[in-house]
């Protein structure tokens, strides 16, 4: 079965900073993984998703993301964030064939100061 | 399209009452989740429809929670009787049925609150 770490609980970042989440996943065979974004009492929308091919994947508002087979790393990334971009992350993986079910983690809060 | 709809989205009861909330996943949408987000445990999932079908209800905590879809277009999950541990948010969200690579839509969720 898969799983997902996401390492960081909680990620503090100036305006117009660059920042880094990182998720790492554990499964044994193929992956698709996915970066989903929660506004404050908002439901979860999708950031962007890797199914196959490029390994740079590049999403909506400015993020992207990389996946690294060999460190079963998908790590979130933004060159320059906005006081909008405070909100939660969340790095979910499935496995190809499998259910349609997907394993998230457990999110991390990105709070951008002014 | 309106998106996943659930209703209410807030509630307030208290603990021994029965809690129904609602959904209504996206149009032609056959795969439907029941998750429950809290401080302490993220987000778990605790019961996956596909074609109306529960597939997966190992998430349900227990018995006094239950879930129905009885038609494409409408979901419940009931909690009777309610306690204050089952106050969190409870967002319900719906793919299409083509394999793991879907994302999923997520509603606004139900923040419900036992006393």
């Known amino acids: 079965a898969q799983s997902v770490t996401q390492l960081d609980s909680q990620v503090p970042v100036f305006e117009e900073a660059p920042v880094e989440l990182r998720c790492n996943y554990s499964?044994?065979?193929?992956?698709?993984l996915f970066w989903y974004v929660q506004y404050p009492n908002q439901g979860l929308q999708l950031l962007l998703k890797?199914?196959?091919?490029?390994?740079l994947v590049k999403g909506i508002n400015g993020f992207e993301a990389e996946f690294n087979k060999s460190q079963t790393s998908f790590h979130l990334r933004k060159p320059s964030v906005h006081i909008s971009d405070t909100a939660e992350y969340f790095c979910?993986?499935?496995?190809?064939?499998?259910?349609?079910?997907?394993?998230f983690g457990r999110g991390t809060s990105l709070i951008v100061h002014p | 399209d309106a998106g996943v709809i659930q209703s209410p989205r807030h509630e307030v009861t208290e603990m021994g009452q029965e809690v129904t909330l609602r959904c209504k996943p996206i149009?032609?949408?056959?795969?439907l989740f029941w998750y429950r987000q809290t401080m302490m445990r993220g987000l778990e999932l605790l019961i996956y429809?596909?074609?109306?079908?529960?597939?997966?209800d190992s998430g349900m905590p227990e018995d006094r929670f239950s879930a129905k879809m009885p038609n494409a277009s409408f979901s419940t999950l009931k909690i009777q009787p309610s306690e204050p541990r089952d106050s969190a948010v409870y967002f319900c969200?719906?793919?299409?049925?083509?394999?793991?690579?879907?994302?999923?839509?997520f509603g606004p969720g139900t923040r419900l609150t036992v006393l």
């Open positions: 429809f596909n074609n109306n079908v529960p597939i997966d």
């Open positions: 890797y199914l196959s091919g490029s390994t």
């Open positions: 499964s044994s065979v193929s992956v698709y």
């Open positions: 969200a719906s793919s299409t049925d083509r394999g793991s690579y879907n994302e999923q839509f």
């Open positions: 149009s032609g949408h056959n795969s």
């Open positions: 979910a993986v499935s496995e190809s064939g499998g259910s349609y079910i997907p394993t």
